[in-house]
């Protein structure tokens, strides 16, 4: 066992978290490094004390706390004042009109995280709260299993804290992704394999090195990192929920913490009750949450991914049973889209918005696009539509499909021609359109 004595970090007088429990039967466990129920398998969530919320916590205090997911700290499971703090969260909420007006809608939102900090995904949010969480429960050594930017964010930030770092990644990774997790010098394993047999590996490393698996042990912890990505839109739009929400699902965490988020602010009277619709998107080459919503079964069948769409591909995801539950309970759908649009997807939003996405993003994109096109999403609804990971890591999706600079002499009149020939193509590709 690597598992050391934390360090002495302060301890907040008051943490507002309890313990965990069982998502499934109930049975509650101490906030330790675990994340299975002995009983029944299911897995262990969080608990707090919203009553103690209710009444220490106002929009005023949020408003006073640091521009990061800390000052949201007293719905984060941690104990410590003084939490890894790398400027995660707090990410743009666009309003995107351009965008809007090209689907027919009339208020959409684009939630930002390709500029989350530090590492360009949502996946900083999660991690800067199960490191936080790992310190304090004196692991000196930290792990995951992931699609790619979990291990980006992984490497970053337990440099940042000087925590040793061993990750593991499917071995075809896209090279921006593997470039941003080495730069950290964490060990790196590439596994042979897709994400579901790292997955498992992992879980069997998790049981003999006693090290702090993000997404495994840490999962409880881990996991709730994800509601910030909730109560930074209610903060954002001015203390209100939205009407229907996208978001991309790979394990189906992130949509299932979304959902979670909006309810505990709601709880302890952060904000006004109201009908909120979540749909999902998947890429049609893994996307086993969207099939078992599309036949109306309350369990997954696991599927061998096969996608561009490399960061939500994960063929056997643990939270899908319960991203299905919510998309049924509020009316809202989950899609699939296939690996061509989730390139034109890719270019809608940058065309339109000015925001370059990785794959996950043109697959959230694109699944919008198809769920307004099928009535599924009322143009008059407040929209907003969660952008989790940056377009320069997946550069590789979008080749050949964005045109060429127009090379020149440095003269003048070559200018002038390249440009006249420009026009003229654009014309033409203006009039193919209207043919
Ligand atoms: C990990 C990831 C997701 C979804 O994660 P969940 O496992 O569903 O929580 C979405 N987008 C990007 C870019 C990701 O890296
Ligand atoms: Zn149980």
């Known amino acids: 066992m690597t598992q050391t004595l934390a360090p002495s970090c302060s301890r907040s007088t008051a943490a507002m978290f309890t313990g965990l429990k069982c998502k499934e039967c109930g049975a509650e466990y101490e906030a330790k490094a675990v994340h299975v129920c002995e009983l029944c398998f299911g897995p262990l969530e969080v608990v707090y004390d919203y009553e103690a919320l209710r009444q220490t916590v106002t929009r005023e205090s949020i408003e006073k706390g640091p521009n990061s997911i800390w000052r949201y700290r007293q719905f984060l499971p941690v104990e410590t004042d003084n939490p890894i703090d790398v400027g995660t969260g707090m990410t743009p909420l666009l309003q995107a009109n351009r965008l809007a007006r090209r689907l027919g809608l009339k208020r959409l939102y684009i939630k930002n995280d390709a500029v989350n900090m530090p590492t360009l995904s949502f996946k900083d949010r999660v991690v800067s709260v199960a490191l936080t969480r790992a310190r304090e429960l004196g692991f000196s050594t930290v792990s995951c299993a992931s699609t790619g930017n979990l291990a980006n964010s992984t490497a970053a930030i337990a440099a940042h804290a000087g925590l040793d770092c061993c990750v593991f990644i499917p071995a075809d990774l896209e090279a921006g992704k593997v470039l941003g997790t080495l730069i950290y010098a964490p060990t790196v394993m590439a596994v042979q394999g897709n994400y579901d047999q790292v997955n498992r590996l992992c879980s069997e490393v998790a049981n003999t090195h006693g090290w ?31 009407d229907h929400i996208v978001a991309p699902l790979a394990s189906g965490s992130l949509f299932t913490k979304i959902h979670k988020g909006f309810q505990e602010f709601v709880k302890v009277g952060l904000v006004e009750e109201k009908a909120v619709r979540f749909s999902g998107a998947q890429a049609e080459g893994c996307s086993p949450i969207a099939q078992a919503f599309r036949e109306g079964r309350d369990f997954i069948t696991p599927v061998k991914p096969n996608t561009i769409a490399k960061s939500i591909a994960i063929g056997n995801p643990a939270d899908g049973v319960y991203a299905v539950e919510i998309a049924n309970k509020t009316n809202g759908n989950i899609e699939s889209v296939n690996d061509q649009e989730i390139v034109e997807g890719i270019k809608l939003l940058a065309e339109t918005e000015g925001v370059f996405t990785e794959t996950a993003g043109g697959t959230t994109i694109a699944t919008l696009k198809k769920l307004v096109e099928a009535g599924k999403i009322n143009p008059d609804e407040t929209t907003v539509v969660y952008i989790t990971g940056n377009g320069l890591k997946t550069q590789e999706a979008v080749q050949g499909y964005i045109g060429e600079p127009l090379t020149i002499e440095p003269k003048l009149d070559a200018f002038e021609r390249a440009l006249e020939r420009a026009q003229t193509l654009d014309r033409l590709e203006w009039q193919q359109v209207l043919v």
């Open 212 to 242: 702090g698996f993000v997404n495994i042990n840490l999962r409880p912890y881990y996991s709730e990192g994800s509601k910030t990505l909730g109560y930074e839109v209610i903060e954002q739009l001015g203390w209100e929920l939205p």
